[in-house]
Structures are given as structure tokens and as C-alpha cells.
């Protein structure tokens, strides 16, 4: 498979924030190339015109689909029909809020090289996000001209991505304390699905595995607390660790608390604690008005350009979500122009005054490190699959869906100490019936007797 960083910046310093949002490593492709040849150059299936048909659960295409959905899809739900973790009480809700503490280590070493604090709401029914970065500062990757990220808000809209600098002191909702707005345009890509780490899709992927580790005792905001595991495994040869509560809150909710996220080949690898839940209403006019902040500022005079490749100049796009009128499917046929001043975006309902025509002059040029190239050295993570000790196990707890079932071995194992018995190492190649009955196991010296086969069961 393609390893390839995403060691990037943009002008007006969208690059670090782009990066860290998505932690996608052929960003650069995607962004240079356009979504169709990118797609061809990792041998992805191509990328499609986004449809007003695309719908609600649909996943991304492709290997982003392990996390991600469909930028087209208009949200997520917890009882996705035919999902393998339909309905599952270890899933994440789909619209809630938290406080995330982000530290950051490089691979070799438990020092912290970096703590930030984060605000993110999320209403992923909506296929939306909202992140504060309020406390800390992120640093951009070694080896580019990334600048830091600091006070900085992202909205993720569907396949629209908006950065917002602000000033110091702010409350990050008086646009008047805006600094500086830019866009990125990510077609394909959504926001994350709720069951994410549950299930091993997309299925075409051999290195996309989830494997359920069980229960085990972390400690999460001071406190002992019991959670169940999942690894999810990814592209790299990395993998994400996801700890989810084990015994229901309050609201009868078991929250996401802590995720291990690796580094990826590009980067360091980041701790996510996971605090402050509360359920976010998506009807709710007043928390909308917060994830269209760019909306509002640019209603207020001000500008937020663009870092993607310019549209057509002649294609219409919904400032919301970016969604490309389609006259075919969106509109019978008819130029946009003509469209009734009625008519609302097929994909996020607004309206069609919130839709514009590209220009040329509205786009901001990318701008890459010179030290950007395919094949450049891989950063390690200490969260790198281990091949010999992986088992795939997807357990996804849904009433949908059986629970997986024991594979039973040949291996014939010591009860006392757990070695499996190898003929060649162990009996000078005899099959273990033949050994004498005076034969004991070569780690801890228990008799013949010890070992036992019929017990033995791995899961795969």
C-alpha cells in the first residue's frame, strides 16, 4: 500500500489545522490532483459527482471509509439498518458535546510534548462537527513550514471545512473578534461514524481491522473506571485504541472517554481524554447558529476564501456543505438562476441564497513544503500492529448481529503456563500422541497430562 505524509501547509497557515483535522496522509493528492485522479493514483474506487442521493449511514469509499462518512450522506443514526453495529450500546451517540485534553508523545518516550484542551460538539446525524481549541497550542509537523495552531475553531460540514483564527480574549461566538476565515472543500469525506471502531469496514481494506480487546480498568478524570476496548487498524500498520464506559451514566449513556490515536507514518502519537458529555439537540436554532459562525461572519462583511482548486466558474456551491448543484438531479434540469427563490439545498435543507458561483479570484493557491515526497522517512508510533500478536475479532454488541464464534485449533497448549506445543521444537518432529508418557513441557516442566487441546479456541 501507498505510505505517503501529509506534510503540508497552506497559505494564510490552513495547512497544520487541515492536517490535524483529518490526520489523512494523501491529503496532499487530494488537494493537488483533485478527487478523481487521486483516487485513481491509491487505487481507490474513483470519486463521484456528489448526489443528492447519496444516503443517511452511507460510508466513505475506500480505505477513509474505516472512520469516515460519506461527505455526501445528510448524517449518521445509531440504528443504521444493515450497519454491523446497528443499535449497539457501545457505539457513540450521534449528537453530544465534550471537553477533549489532547497530549502528545513522540513514539520513544512517555515525556509529553504538547497539551491542548478542545470544546467539540458534535452532531453527526447531520454529518457536522464543531472543535474549539481554547488552551495549548499545536504545534505544526518537524520538517514542513506548518505554522502552530492556536484559538482556533474548525467546522466540518459535510465535505466543507472552515478555520477560524481568533483573537486573544475571545469567547468564540462575537465574530467581530475573527481574525482570519479560510475554506477546504474535502469531497468524499465526512465527518466520523459513530461506530467507527466497532466494526472492521470497509471489507475490501485488508488492513482496516477492528479486534475487541474486552473489559479493563483505566483511570478517567482521577477515577477508577471500568471500560470496554476496541484497537482499530488502520492504513499504516497503526492502530487507534477506543475505551468506552462501561456502566451507563446518568442519561443512561455509555460515553466515548479515551482514545490512543497513532501518529500515522507523520507525526507523534496523541492521548484523548474524553470529559464533560451532554446531548446536543439538533433541532435546537440556537446551537445551529454556532456551526454556521462562518456564515454569520461572512453576513457581517467579512470573507472567508478558499484553499481548494477552484471550482468551474460556472458550477453554483452551497456555502453549507458544499454541495455541487447538479441540474439533472437537483433541479429537473433547470440553470440554477432559474430555480424558485423557494428551492433549499437537496443535501443540508438551506436555502438557495446560501449557494454561490465559484470564482477564480475567490481561491487562496496551495503552497507545499519542498521536503513533501512520496517515500519520505516514515515516523515510527508506539501503537504499530504486531502481526504475530493480531487477531481480527469484530464484536460490535448489536442486537443485529451474532456474537463471533470460537474458532477451534489443532494447537495443543499447556495449562499450567500456556505453551503450545511445537512438534519441531518441542518433540524432534513427533506428533504429540507419539512423545512418551515421562515427556514434560520444556518452559515450566508440567507432565504430559498438562496439555490439553479439545479446550482450546482462538477467535479470528
Given at each position: 500500500m501507498v505510505q505517503l505524509s501529509v506534510l503540508f501547509t497552506l497559505a494564510l497557515g490552513v495547512g497544520a489545522?487541515?492536517?490535524?483535522?483529518?490526520?489523512?496522509?494523501?491529503?496532499k493528492l487530494w488537494l493537488t490532483h483533485g478527487a478523481e485522479?487521486?483516487?485513481?493514483?491509491?487505487?481507490?474506487?474513483g470519486h463521484k459527482k456528489a448526489s443528492a442521493a447519496t444516503g443517511k449511514c452511507s460510508i466513505a469509499e475506500g480505505f477513509p471509509g474505516g472512520a469516515h462518512q460519506n461527505s455526501a450522506s445528510p448524517g449518521?443514526?445509531?440504528?443504521?439498518?444493515?450497519?454491523?453495529?446497528?443499535?449497539?450500546?457501545?457505539?457513540?451517540?450521534?449528537?453530544f458535546s465534550l471537553l477533549e485534553?489532547?497530549?502528545?508523545?513522540?513514539?520513544?518516550?512517555?515525556?509529553?510534548?504538547?497539551h491542548t484542551k478542545s470544546n467539540t460538539l458534535y452532531l453527526l446525524s447531520?454529518?457536522?462537527?464543531?472543535?474549539?481549541?481554547f488552551e495549548g497550542k499545536q504545534a505544526g509537523r518537524p520538517g514542513t513550514s506548518a505554522p502552530d495552531m492556536e484559538l482556533t475553531t474548525i467546522l466540518h460540514?459535510?465535505?466543507?471545512?472552515?478555520?477560524?483564527?481568533?483573537?486573544n480574549g475571545t469567547d468564540f461566538t462575537n465574530v467581530s473578534e475573527i481574525l482570519s476565515c479560510t475554506t477546504n472543500r474535502v469531497p468524499g469525506i465526512g465527518n466520523i461514524r459513530p461506530d467507527w471502531f466497532l466494526d472492521s469496514r470497509p471489507y475490501s481494506s485488508a488492513d482496516i481491522k477492528s479486534q475487541y480487546?474486552?473489559?479493563?480498568?483505566?483511570?478517567?478524570?482521577?477515577?477508577?473506571?471500568?471500560?470496554?476496548?476496541?484497537r482499530k487498524s488502520d492504513f499504516a500498520e497503526n492502530y487507534f485504541v477506543m475505551s468506552m464506559q462501561e456502566h451507563p451514566g446518568a442519561e443512561g449513556i455509555r460515553w466515548p472517554l479515551q482514545i490512543a490515536i497513532p501518529g500515522e507514518t507523520s507525526g507523534p502519537d496523541t492521548l484523548r481524554v474524553m470529559t464533560q458529555h451532554k446531548l446536543l439537540d439538533a433541532s435546537d436554532e440556537k446551537l445551529l447558529k454556532l456551526f454556521l459562525i462562518d456564515q454569520e461572519y461572512i453576513a457581517a462583511g467579512g470573507e472567508c476564501k478558499s484553499t481548494s482548486p477552484p471550482v468551474s466558474p460556472d458550477t453554483w456551491t452551497c456555502g453549507v456543505c458544499a454541495k455541487e448543484y447538479i441540474a439533472d438531479e437537483d433541479g429537473d434540469g433547470m440553470p440554477f438562476e432559474e430555480l424558485p427563490d423557494t428551492w433549499v439545498c437537496p443535501r443540508c435543507g438551506y436555502p438557495k441564497s446560501a449557494y454561490s458561483q465559484s470564482k477564480a479570484n475567490d481561491s487562496v493557491a496551495l503552497q507545499f513544503s519542498d521536503s513533501v515526497s512520496v517515500g519520505h522517512d516514515i515516523v515510527p508510533s508506539g501503537l504499530e500492529k504486531n502481526l504475530t500478536f493480531w487477531r481480527d475479532v469484530e464484536y460490535t454488541f448489536s442486537p443485529y448481529a451474532p456474537a463471533p464464534v470460537p474458532t477451534p485449533t489443532d494447537a495443543l497448549t499447556c495449562k499450567v503456563c500456556k505453551h503450545v506445543y511445537d512438534p519441531e521444537a518441542d518433540g524432534e518432529g513427533k506428533p504429540f500422541e507419539e512423545l512418551p508418557d515421562d515427556w514434560v513441557c520444556p518452559v515450566c516442566g508440567s507432565p504430559k497430562s498438562a496439555f490439553?487441546?479439545?479446550?482450546?479456541?482462538?477467535?479470528?
Amino acid at each position: 500500500m501507498v505510505q505517503l505524509s501529509v506534510l503540508f501547509t497552506l497559505a494564510l497557515g490552513v495547512g497544520a489545522d487541515l492536517e490535524a483535522h483529518l490526520r489523512c496522509p494523501h491529503a496532499k493528492l487530494w488537494l493537488t490532483h483533485g478527487a478523481e485522479k487521486a483516487a485513481q493514483m491509491l487505487g481507490m474506487a474513483g470519486h463521484k459527482k456528489a448526489s443528492a442521493a447519496t444516503g443517511k449511514c452511507s460510508i466513505a469509499e475506500g480505505f477513509p471509509g474505516g472512520a469516515h462518512q460519506n461527505s455526501a450522506s445528510p448524517g449518521y443514526s445509531q440504528n443504521c439498518s444493515g450497519a454491523p453495529a446497528q443499535a449497539s450500546p457501545y457505539m457513540w451517540p450521534v449528537d453530544f458535546s465534550l471537553l477533549e485534553e489532547n497530549t502528545v508523545m513522540n513514539f520513544d518516550s512517555d515525556e509529553p510534548i504538547g497539551h491542548t484542551k478542545s470544546n467539540t460538539l458534535y452532531l453527526l446525524s447531520k454529518n457536522w462537527k464543531r472543535t474549539d481549541l481554547f488552551e495549548g497550542k499545536q504545534a505544526g509537523r518537524p520538517g514542513t513550514s506548518a505554522p502552530d495552531m492556536e484559538l482556533t475553531t474548525i467546522l466540518h460540514r459535510n465535505e466543507n471545512l472552515v478555520f477560524i483564527q481568533w483573537a486573544n480574549g475571545t469567547d468564540f461566538t462575537n465574530v467581530s473578534e475573527i481574525l482570519s476565515c479560510t475554506t477546504n472543500r474535502v469531497p468524499g469525506i465526512g465527518n466520523i461514524r459513530p461506530d467507527w471502531f466497532l466494526d472492521s469496514r470497509p471489507y475490501s481494506s485488508a488492513d482496516i481491522k477492528s479486534q475487541y480487546l474486552g473489559n479493563q480498568h483505566i483511570v478517567h478524570d482521577g477515577k477508577p473506571t471500568l471500560v470496554k476496548q476496541w484497537r482499530k487498524s488502520d492504513f499504516a500498520e497503526n492502530y487507534f485504541v477506543m475505551s468506552m464506559q462501561e456502566h451507563p451514566g446518568a442519561e443512561g449513556i455509555r460515553w466515548p472517554l479515551q482514545i490512543a490515536i497513532p501518529g500515522e507514518t507523520s507525526g507523534p502519537d496523541t492521548l484523548r481524554v474524553m470529559t464533560q458529555h451532554k446531548l446536543l439537540d439538533a433541532s435546537d436554532e440556537k446551537l445551529l447558529k454556532l456551526f454556521l459562525i462562518d456564515q454569520e461572519y461572512i453576513a457581517a462583511g467579512g470573507e472567508c476564501k478558499s484553499t481548494s482548486p477552484p471550482v468551474s466558474p460556472d458550477t453554483w456551491t452551497c456555502g453549507v456543505c458544499a454541495k455541487e448543484y447538479i441540474a439533472d438531479e437537483d433541479g429537473d434540469g433547470m440553470p440554477f438562476e432559474e430555480l424558485p427563490d423557494t428551492w433549499v439545498c437537496p443535501r443540508c435543507g438551506y436555502p438557495k441564497s446560501a449557494y454561490s458561483q465559484s470564482k477564480a479570484n475567490d481561491s487562496v493557491a496551495l503552497q507545499f513544503s519542498d521536503s513533501v515526497s512520496v517515500g519520505h522517512d516514515i515516523v515510527p508510533s508506539g501503537l504499530e500492529k504486531n502481526l504475530t500478536f493480531w487477531r481480527d475479532v469484530e464484536y460490535t454488541f448489536s442486537p443485529y448481529a451474532p456474537a463471533p464464534v470460537p474458532t477451534p485449533t489443532d494447537a495443543l497448549t499447556c495449562k499450567v503456563c500456556k505453551h503450545v506445543y511445537d512438534p519441531e521444537a518441542d518433540g524432534e518432529g513427533k506428533p504429540f500422541e507419539e512423545l512418551p508418557d515421562d515427556w514434560v513441557c520444556p518452559v515450566c516442566g508440567s507432565p504430559k497430562s498438562a496439555f490439553a487441546g479439545d479446550d482450546v479456541a482462538v477467535l479470528v
